[in-house]
């Protein structure tokens, strides 16, 4: 009887232990989803398996960072939470939020963190992080996207301009244009003064092209803020002027062209003088592909001078989606590695910009050309509207885009259709 | 006692048979559970869906009837990317099985390294459509595409590709027989060779020449494989979407958007999930119906031989 109770309780024990071991050694994995290569320069420091260790440590938890496909990173997200099997922490685009937020997958930041971030971080910074009233959908990452006019010097050179002053209006930017243009002995373009992104997602046509529909005052939608309702202020005489501007520079002063369709990698070869896109990329590719180029940057060209010029803004964004399953320690995580302090240490160990005000006046950002550039360009950012019909409204102009330069409608109608399309997913998403 | 045994005796086989059968459907049924799964339990579901406003995260359904069909037919891009469709599948399913029948004609013949240049014209079946568009898209690139190099070798315009919103499309259709032609010859090959020999030595004795003897005989005799050619290109066709979405990504301004895509970008990029299932009810019943008339039609120019 006493041997049968003992070999009873070991049995239990030994049946027991495994499970008991595992409780003591279990810990607590956060997950996050970012996309994988070389998408975005932010994303560049979770490839370090030692990012997270103090976290990890001070926390008793393991964050695994998870690089996923770009082209597919939104339905991934999207199926995962349809699965309820979502990451903890999503990395994602900031134009990618509407789409979200229209399926309530995503949590706000709370009030008061979100309070003290606002009134931490630089103006821009804010821009991006602000969605009306202090409500944010998560951090924006630093090395953020800001849209500004790159230039190559040495044609200028070449063309008799000076190299260090790039052209301030649209009369101007046309003028250049046409003096940076080359041609062969058949008169075939075989340099752009200007390189247009005119074929691709719509989003893409449209994101450089907002420099000119927003300075000439045209709006994609009235209130950037609101996620449902509000009307398109594309087909107005802004919108038509931002869409004439190009179109003359093809078919009037044939300074542009059809055949070079991706400014960055044209301008990067030299067979493009200037462009208008995210700066940070040219300056992460130039090293690689274009070592000799000398180049400049600045913001876009307005209508005429007096004019206020505007650029578009772009960020990638720590957010917590509502299925996660870790949330308290996702959003400990996300603090931490948004904090001042970790803002410094990885803005200048990947050579970034950061979003502290802080840091901004701290070395090496204080005497850095690049960063100090990129400081004139931001009081003239603004991001994209949040409202939940989004992509619809960005198919709409990207599509009239597209059929103006294409030449395929008028200027006039191409934009009353963009409107009744854009109008039309507004309401639908409001629905 | 004998009708007894003559009982017993059917009733050994009607069990022996019982069993067979058994044994038989518990080979397939791994496949039968799996293709369930996988093919018709989605295909039931997206038939549903196509009824409801469907919006997964919340696990909210909620019926609408017909409404998510009468929209489509409100639906300028979903128009823009049916007719762009048509004029994909109108296109390529003649063209590639056309020119298939041809390069098959060719092969029918002795030469020497006839077996180097059919793998050479199959290659492109073996190769992925996605690896392949993005070798094209650059062979159309306008400045340094091969394409446009050759043009101007021989003094004639350069071309924009798929720059341009009429020459896309036609550029998308040229990749996609480019693609298609090594299986159509493959196919017509086999076809060709399985005709008696005979047929043609009688012919060629009546006093047929080769012109008569292919548009008599071949043409004929290949009824069937060309059945199978037009139904089996014409349903790929018709679900054309990793060369667009590479190439294209449907545009200049929709005007290589086909339905797949369409569909595609109402699903994942606006999560109109119950849209996005009528789409491709419509898509369904449009190949049903052409193979169906395919199918009939055929039945006229049945052979045997």
Same mark, same amino acid.
């Given at each position: 009887?006493?041997?049968?109770?003992?070999?009873?309780?070991?049995?239990?024990?030994?049946?027991?232990?495994?499970?008991?071991?595992?409780?003591?050694?279990?810990?607590?994995?956060?997950? $996050?989803?970012?996309?994988?290569?070389?998408?975005?320069?932010?994303?560049?420091?979770?490839?370090?398996?030692?990012?997270?260790?103090?976290?990890?440590?001070?926390? %008793?938890?393991?964050?695994?960072?998870?690089?996923?496909?770009?082209?597919?990173?939104?339905?991934?997200?999207?199926?995962?939470?349809?699965?309820?099997?979502?990451?903890?922490?999503?990395?994602?685009?900031?134009?990618?939020?509407?789409?979200?937020?229209?399926?309530?997958?995503?949590?706000?930041?709370?009030?008061?963190?979100?309070?003290?971030?606002?009134?931490?971080?630089?103006?821009?910074?804010?821009?991006?992080?602000?969605?009306?009233?202090?409500?944010?959908?998560?951090?924006?990452?630093?090395?953020?996207?800001?849209?500004?006019?790159?230039?190559?010097?040495?044609?200028?050179?070449?063309?008799?301009?000076?190299?260090?002053?790039?052209?301030?209006?649209?009369?101007?930017?046309?003028?250049?244009?046409?003096?940076?243009?080359?041609?062969?002995?058949?008169?075939?373009?075989?340099?752009?003064?200007?390189?247009?992104?005119?074929?691709?997602?719509?989003?893409?046509?449209?994101?450089?092209?907002?420099?000119?529909?927003?300075?000439?005052?045209?709006?994609?939608? =009235?209130?950037?803020?609101?996620?449902?309702?509000?009307?398109?202020?594309?087909?107005?005489?802004?919108?038509?002027?931002?869409?004439?501007?190009?179109?003359?520079?093809?078919?009037?002063?044939?300074?542009?062209?059809?055949?070079?369709?991706d400014p960055r990698a044209a301008f990067l070869k030299g067979i493009a003088s200037m462009q208008i896109s995210e700066t940070v990329s040219i300056k992460?590719?130039?090293?690689?592909?274009?070592? =000799?180029?000398?180049?400049?940057?600045?913001?876009?060209?307005?209508?005429?001078?007096?004019?206020?010029?505007?650029?578009?803004?772009?960020?990638?964004?720590?957010?917590?989606?509502?299925?996660?399953?870790?949330?308290?320690?996702?959003?400990?995580?996300?603090?931490?590695?948004?904090?001042?302090?970790?803002?410094?240490?990885?803005?200048?160990?990947?050579?970034?910009?950061?979003?502290?005000?802080?840091?901004?006046?701290?070395?090496?950002?204080?005497?850095?050309?690049?960063?100090?550039?990129?400081?004139?360009?931001?009081?003239?950012?603004?991001?994209?509207?949040?409202?939940?019909?989004?992509?619809?409204?960005?198919?709409?102009?990207?599509?009239?885009?597209?059929?103006?330069?294409?030449?395929?409608?008028?200027?006039?109608?191409?934009?009353?259709? &963009?409107?009744? $399309?854009?109008?039309?997913?507004?309401? =639908?998403?409001?629905? | 006692?004998?009708?007894?045994?003559n009982a017993s005796g059917r009733h050994v086989l009607a069990r022996f048979r019982a069993r067979r059968i058994l044994h038989a459907y518990l080979f397939?049924?791994?496949?039968? #559970?799996?293709?369930?799964?996988?093919? #018709?339990?989605?295909?039931?579901?997206?038939?549903?869906?196509?009824?409801?406003?469907?919006?997964?995260?919340?696990?909210? *359904?909620?019926?609408?009837?017909?409404?998510?069909?009468?929209?489509?037919?409100?639906?300028?891009?979903?128009?823009?990317?049916?007719?762009?469709?048509?004029?994909?599948? /109108?296109?390529?399913?003649?063209?590639?099985?056309?020119?298939?029948?041809?390069?098959?004609?060719?092969?029918?013949?002795?030469?020497?390294?006839?077996?180097?240049?059919?793998?050479?014209?199959?290659?492109?079946?073996?190769?992925?459509?996605?690896? /392949?568009?993005?070798?094209?898209?650059?062979?159309? %690139?306008?400045?340094?595409?091969?394409?446009?190099?050759?043009?101007? $070798?021989?003094?004639?315009?350069?071309?924009?590709?798929?720059?341009?919103?009429?020459?896309?499309?036609?550029?998308?259709?040229?990749?996609?027989?480019?693609?298609?032609?090594?299986?159509?010859?493959?196919?017509?090959?086999?076809?060709?060779?399985?005709?008696?020999?005979? *047929?043609?030595?009688?012919?060629?004795?009546?006093? &047929?020449?080769?012109?008569?003897?292919?548009?008599?005989?071949?043409?004929?005799?290949?009824?069937?494989?060309?059945?199978?050619?037009?139904?089996?290109?014409?349903?790929?066709?018709?679900?054309?979407?990793?060369?667009?979405?590479?190439?294209?990504?449907?545009?200049?301004?929709?005007?290589? %958007?086909?339905?797949?895509?369409?569909?595609?970008?109402?699903?994942?990029?606006?999560?109109?999930?119950?849209?996005?299932?009528?789409?491709?009810?419509?898509?369904?019943?449009?190949?049903?119906?052409?193979?169906?008339?395919?199918?009939?039609?055929?039945?006229?120019?049945? #052979?045997?031989?």
């Amino acid at each position: 009887m006493r041997a049968s109770k003992v070999l009873a309780i070991t049995l239990a024990i030994l049946f027991l232990s495994p499970a008991i071991a595992l409780a003591g050694a279990a810990k607590t994995t956060i997950t $996050l989803w970012y996309p994988a290569g070389d998408i975005t320069a932010g994303a560049a420091h979770f490839a370090d398996k030692t990012l997270f260790a103090d976290f990890e440590a001070k926390n %008793n938890v393991k964050v695994e960072a998870v690089a996923l496909d770009y082209d597919t990173m939104i339905q991934k997200i999207f199926a995962a939470a349809a699965g309820k099997n979502i990451a903890d922490i999503l990395f994602i685009d900031t134009s990618w939020l509407p789409g979200f937020l229209k399926e309530e997958m995503l949590e706000p930041v709370a009030d008061a963190k979100a309070k003290a971030w606002l009134a931490a971080v630089s103006p821009e910074i804010k821009e991006l992080s602000d969605y009306g009233k202090g409500r944010m959908w998560g951090y924006p990452q630093y090395g953020i996207d800001v849209y500004g006019l790159t230039w190559n010097k040495d044609h200028f050179k070449e063309a008799g301009l000076d190299p260090e002053k790039p052209p301030k209006t649209w009369a101007e930017f046309r003028e250049y244009a046409k003096k940076l243009t080359k041609r062969d002995a058949q008169g075939n373009i075989t340099r752009v003064g200007y390189a247009i992104r005119h074929v691709g997602h719509p989003h893409g046509v449209v994101h450089k092209h907002f420099w000119a529909i927003y300075g000439a005052g045209a709006q994609l939608i =009235d209130d950037p803020n609101a996620l449902r309702g509000g009307k398109s202020m594309i087909n107005t005489p802004g919108g038509k002027a931002a869409l004439q501007l190009v179109l003359d520079m093809l078919d009037v002063d044939k300074s542009t062209s059809l055949n070079f369709p991706d400014p960055r990698a044209a301008f990067l070869k030299g067979i493009a003088s200037m462009q208008i896109s995210e700066t940070v990329s040219i300056k992460a590719r130039q090293p690689k592909e274009a070592p =000799d180029l000398k180049w400049g940057m600045a913001l876009p060209p307005v209508p005429k001078a007096g004019d206020k010029s505007v650029t578009l803004l772009g960020a990638w964004l720590y957010s917590v989606p509502k299925q996660a399953k870790n949330k308290a320690m996702a959003w400990k995580a996300i603090e931490w590695i948004n904090s001042a302090e970790k803002d410094y240490e990885l803005c200048k160990k990947y050579d970034a910009s950061p979003r502290y005000k802080v840091n901004w006046d701290k070395e090496p950002f204080k005497s850095d050309a690049y960063d100090q550039g990129l400081k004139q360009l931001y009081p003239y950012g603004k991001k994209l509207p949040i409202n939940l019909g989004l992509n619809g409204i960005m198919d709409a102009m990207g599509g009239a885009i597209q059929k103006v330069w294409h030449h395929e409608a008028s200027v006039d109608a191409a934009l009353a259709d &963009a409107e009744r $399309l854009a109008n039309k997913a507004i309401a =639908d998403a409001a629905k | 006692m004998g009708s007894h045994a003559n009982a017993s005796g059917r009733h050994v086989l009607a069990r022996f048979r019982a069993r067979r059968i058994l044994h038989a459907y518990l080979f397939i049924a791994p496949v039968i #559970v799996l293709f369930g799964i996988f093919r #018709v339990v989605p295909a039931i579901q997206t038939l549903l869906y196509s009824f409801y406003k469907v919006e997964l995260l919340r696990g909210r *359904f909620t019926f609408i009837g017909l409404d998510n069909f009468r929209t489509l037919l409100t639906d300028e891009i979903f128009q823009k990317a049916a007719v762009n469709t048509l004029v994909y599948v /109108a296109s390529i399913v003649p063209i590639s099985a056309a020119l298939g029948l041809i390069l098959a004609v060719l092969f029918n013949t002795r030469f020497r390294f006839k077996e180097f240049f059919k793998a050479v014209y199959f290659a492109p079946m073996v190769t992925s459509t996605v690896a /392949a568009a993005v070798v094209w898209w650059w062979m159309y %690139n306008p400045q340094f595409g091969i394409f446009n190099v050759l043009l101007k $070798l021989v003094g004639l315009p350069e071309q924009p590709w798929l720059m341009s919103s009429h020459m896309a499309l036609p550029s998308i259709i040229i990749f996609s027989i480019w693609k298609t032609l090594g299986y159509n010859m493959i196919i017509y090959l086999a076809g060709l060779q399985a005709i008696p020999q005979q *047929f043609y030595e009688a012919a060629t004795i009546d006093g &047929a020449g080769a012109i008569k003897r292919f548009w008599r005989i071949s043409v004929p005799l290949l009824a069937p494989t060309t059945t199978f050619i037009l139904i089996y290109n014409g349903i790929l066709a018709f679900q054309v979407f990793d060369q667009v979405f590479v190439l294209t990504g449907g545009g200049p301004a929709n005007s290589t %958007n086909v339905v797949v895509l369409d569909l595609y970008r109402q699903a994942f990029e606006r999560y109109n999930f119950g849209y996005a299932a009528a789409e491709a009810m419509v898509l369904f019943v449009f190949i049903l119906g052409v193979t169906l008339l395919q199918y009939v039609y055929s039945k006229r120019f049945e #052979v045997a031989y």
